[in-house]
């Protein structure tokens, strides 16, 4: 009995020395309740892109705590929703290269910037269930706050049954490792952990799917650069056109994001 008190005793005191540890001590960024009420979400998300509603693809998107129609919660499930549109105005993007818009859809950032540095580690992930079709183009994604890059992809698809993880040193130097990605719409999970490599310069992206571990990516002076973390279901551009002519949903649940250190 006193013996078993003793090794109790010693493990909390164990436990308490790895708690105490910084490096060890995780802080939860977005819990994976963000998505359980408009109140908690608008508390760590964003509508639209950090820089508005146009980017890269045919995709305007809409969104604000007044308008849910293609940004959704229900069962604690974010959906963003695609509907094809007609006489958008203005009718192109206003983001380089300035696609004609065909579709109203959802875009969404975190509020929190996330910064690799050398005393930190972050850990994101989610479960999300994809488009595949031609002019389908989900992501889950970071990007440089300032200038580009920094970019790694965590979900891509872009309208063929495969996701593409991806992270660019530079526009044109980019590792894309693709893994399949099952057509029917079905949950799997992602994560990737982010950590800064010795020469505290350069982080190390592993990317899992399905609690697997898929590959290491690395990307060049990511360390302390500030980077947006994007939810959106961007069509047709890199993914193909034409896209769809009915409704495309893209949804994600469980998302979390924590870091651990400072
Ligand atoms: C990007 O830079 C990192 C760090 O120098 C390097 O390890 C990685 O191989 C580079 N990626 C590509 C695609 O060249
Ligand atoms: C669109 O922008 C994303 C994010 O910066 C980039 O990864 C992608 O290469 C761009 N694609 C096109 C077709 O412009």
Redesign the pocket.
């Known amino acids: 009995m006193l013996r078993s008190i003793h090794i109790k005793a010693a493990l909390a005191l164990a436990a308490t020395a790895i708690c105490l540890n910084p490096a060890h001590a995780a802080t939860t960024v977005i819990p994976t309740t963000s998505f359980s009420s408009y109140s908690t979400f608008e508390s760590f998300w964003a509508y639209l892109y950090p820089w508005g509603s146009d980017h890269n693809g045919s995709a305007r998107m809409v969104g604000s705590s007044t308008d849910h129609s293609h940004i959704v919660l229900a069962s604690s499930t974010l959906s963003l929703i695609a509907t094809p549109t007609s006489n958008a105005v203005p009718p192109t993007s206003t983001a380089n290269p300035n696609p004609a818009i065909h579709y109203a859809s959802g875009a969404i950032h975190a509020k929190s910037q996330i910064t690799v540095t050398s005393a930190n580690s972050y850990t994101l992930s989610g479960d999300f269930s994809a488009p595949t079709l031609r002019g389908t183009w989900p992501a889950f994604w970071l990007t440089a706050v300032n200038s580009w890059p920094p970019e790694t992809d965590i979900l891509e698809t872009k309208g063929t049954n495969n996701n593409w993880f991806n992270t660019f ?1 530079t526009s044109s ?3 894309s490792t693709l893994v399949a990605w099952p057509a029917d719409l079905s949950f799997h999970t992602l994560k990737a952990v982010l950590t800064a490599e010795p020469n505290n310069a ?1 982080v190390k992206i592993d990317f899992y799917m399905d609690n697997v571990f898929q590959v290491s990516q ?3 002076g990511f360390v302390n650069k500030p980077l947006w973390l994007i939810i959106n279901l961007q069509m047709e551009g890199s993914s193909g056109t034409p896209g769809p002519t009915g409704t495309t949903t893209y949804k994600v649940r469980n998302l979390q994001v924590t870091r651990s250190g400072s």
């Open positions: 040193n130097i980019v590792k350069d690395f990307g060049q």
